[in-house]
């Protein structure tokens, strides 16, 4: 089933599943949750460029510089709703998602709106970057890996995404990117490589994974 928009109220969102859905930034309100995300010590010692111990004055910094084009983004999804609905396209799975150069859905939340993590999604051409991070409190319960499939099959659903690079932080998390039962998402992690290392990024795509370690 393919993964579409849904709004609450003004706020668009993705559902990951019938507990938790992914949104923009909330700000100023989501300022203590990331802090919070940021400061579990099994967390900020693999974070990749976020400074640990996080404070609000990083969170300030951080929510300057991307609030804006989220906002940017998430205008452009409301005025395609609007122009949907102006030619009688009511169903969300009708409407078509426009090109985004920004993608809004970042924030992890439960239905009492609990900031439970975040997921940093970026992209140039058809090669997207993801990294993410998770409350502990969620690890071991698949909820990372189907963050990350339903980011993952959303962007190749909605945008024709044919490539993702990953980081891998610590063998632990591999688990998010090869399932149980294999890749979380199917063709598109066709070929994944579990042997890859600490700080290696994979270059995944439909013909295979390759490693590359960083300098």
């Known amino acids: ?67 804006p084009s989220q906002k940017a983004a998430v205008a452009l999804l409301k005025a395609n709703k609007e122009e949907a609905a102006d030619v009688g396209e009511v169903s969300p799975a009708s409407t078509p998602t426009p090109p985004l150069s920004v993608i809004p859905f970042i924030v992890l939340r439960d ?16 090669v997207w970057v993801i990294a993410y991070a998770l409350n502990p409190s969620l690890w071991g319960k698949g909820v990372g890996t189907q963050m990350v499939k339903t980011l993952i099959e959303w962007g190749e659903e909605s945008n024709g995404v044919k490539e993702v690079h990953a980081a891998v932080v610590s063998m632990d998390h591999l688990g998010t990117l090869w399932g149980d039962n294999g890749p979380v998402v199917g063709n598109l992690l066709y070929h994944a490589d579990r042997t890859s290392g600490i700080g290696d990024v994979l270059h995944i795509n439909k013909h295979g994974v390759q490693s590359h370690a960083l300098d």
Request: glycine share 6%; net charge negative.
């Open 111 to 126: 239905k009492t709106g609990k900031y439970l993590g975040d997921a940093s999604l970026t992209f140039e051409d058809d």
């Open 1 to 67: 089933m393919p993964h579409v928009i849904e709004w609450d109220g003004d706020e668009p969102f993705i559902r990951v599943n019938d507990e938790f859905r992914l949104t923009p930034y909330r700000d100023p309100e989501d300022t203590e949750g990331m802090c919070e995300i940021s400061n579990f010590p099994d967390v900020g010692k693999w974070s990749y460029m976020r400074p640990y111990p996080y404070t609000v004055p990083d969170a300030r910094i951080w929510f300057d510089l991307t609030v």
